[in-house]
């Protein structure tokens, strides 16, 4: 069986952090959100992979290459223009069409478990069988309408509450899809949706099912969702390990940490797991690092600087006497000593104009920011690319991509 993976888009509503990547190579303990999937997709044998990429497609590629590394085959399609997610599954149809089998389709950027895609290829039916997971709150969810097994309505995003069957965007197809998608309608958002291709196939009356998972499934539709992923995939994937890295006498280090090659804990740190700390770190003396933390390569973090529930990623220092949680730390970023990111929870963020809903956050800060010392960051605010802040700033808005605040 083969899979295919929807990774062309941007994932504008990530930014600042998709300026420069795709929301699909976004890290989740320390490995992009697409290589959980791909790993998933492993462990159930199905080693055959197409990737439908677009943009940034080269950081995809560079990174996957063939897919050898990771057990896998993969192949790469290019989505040039990102239309919808039917339009992704028709650039494929050479390479699926011609086997005539069944094949399924995921999102790069969505956390879907092992168990959650057995679960799909076992309770496959019909022409078309959607997982599906249960949520007590599906607002801003598509969601599935069905009698018994069988699906007789996919709701786009729903206002008020219709079903609480949220459709995760994973799908066992038929080949027979491709020619559905051929008479579907560009919608009214411009795209050409795999759902309305399957609420055509429901209307001509063939047999779309559901297939109820209760494993694990999040979508990561803004950067702060990675927050909720992090800790779920370090609990799983992190263990005590020590590869060539060297923890000092004196520091201690207690749970589920794994402390990557040349990495160094020095003397009178304090490290809980869940936590993953990469290759070529340099973690105190004196830091703290509690749950649900994971640290890239090439990272420093100075003495009295605390970290918890956040991800740091690679070619980050962070100087003495700082706090951070529940943030998040692009690459190449320079902290200054005695910074502070306030945390706050049930969050209202403003982005594009639109408010959006965060349980709980500190900051975001983009690649190849300089923040000076003694500054502060309101909950909630985030700063983009390529900034700079100088020395006792107070941050209480959101700074856009190469701006000084003095």
């Given at each position: 069986m083969k899979a295919v993976i929807l990774a062309a888009g941007e994932g504008k509503r990530c930014r600042p952090l998709t300026a420069t990547?795709?929301?699909?190579?976004?890290?989740?303990?320390?490995?992009?959100i697409l290589e959980h999937v791909i790993t998933a997709l492993a462990k159930n044998d199905i080693k055959d992979i197409i990737l439908v990429v677009g943009y940034e497609k080269e950081r995809i590629m560079n990174h996957f290459e063939d897919g050898i590394r990771f057990g896998v085959n993969i192949n790469y399609v290019e989505?040039?223009?990102?239309?919808?997610?039917?339009h992704a599954i028709l650039q494929t149809r050479e390479l699926i069409e011609p086997d005539g089998e069944d094949f399924l389709v995921l999102n790069g950027d969505n956390i879907v478990g092992t168990e959650a895609i057995s679960s799909l290829i076992k309770k496959a039916n019909g022409n078309a069988t959607i997982l599906v997971c249960k949520k007590e709150d599906a607002i801003g969810y598509g969601v599935i309408v069905s009698e018994g097994k069988y699906v007789k309505e996919i709701v786009e995003k729903p206002e008020t509450v219709v079903s609480n069957l949220v459709n995760t965007g994973t799908y066992l197809l038929n080949s027979i899809i491709f020619k559905v998608i051929e008479r579907t309608p560009i919608s009214s958002m411009g795209e050409y949706a795999i759902t309305d291709t399957l609420q055509i196939m429901i209307e001509n009356g063939m047999d779309i099912v559901m297939a109820i998972t209760?494993?694990?499934?999040?979508?990561?539709?803004?950067?702060w969702d990675l927050l909720k992923a992090n800790p779920i995939l370090l609990a799983q994937n992190t263990e005590e390990k020590l590869q060539n890295g060297t923890i000092e006498e004196g520091a201690i280090v207690k749970g589920n940490v794994s402390v990557g090659q040349n990495t160094t804990i020095r003397s009178g740190s304090y490290v809980v797991g869940p936590v993953i700390i990469g290759d070529n770190c340099d973690i105190g003396p004196n830091a703290v690092i509690l749950p649900s933390t994971s640290i890239a390569n090439n990272v420093s973090i100075s003495s009295f600087t605390q970290v918890q529930n956040s991800i740091i990623m690679q070619?980050?220092?962070?100087?003495?006497?700082?706090?951070?949680?529940?943030?998040?730390?692009?690459?190449n970023v320079d902290i200054g000593s005695n910074?502070?990111?306030?945390?706050?929870?049930d969050l209202r963020i403003e982005i594009d104009d639109t408010l959006h809903h965060a349980d709980k956050l500190g900051t975001i800060i983009g690649d190849d920011t300089v923040i000076g010392a003694n500054v502060v960051v309101k909950a909630g605010v985030m700063i983009s690319n390529n900034c700079k802040v100088n020395s006792g700033n107070k941050v209480h808005e959101t700074i856009p991509e190469n701006s000084t605040i003095i």
């Open positions: 990547r795709s929301k699909v190579m976004l890290p989740v303990a320390n490995k992009p989505q040039k223009a990102q239309i919808g997610t039917a209760r494993s694990e499934w999040l979508d990561a539709a803004h950067s070619d980050v220092r962070i100087n003495t006497h700082s706090s951070i949680s529940s943030s998040i730390i692009g690459s910074f502070i990111s306030e945390e706050k929870e």
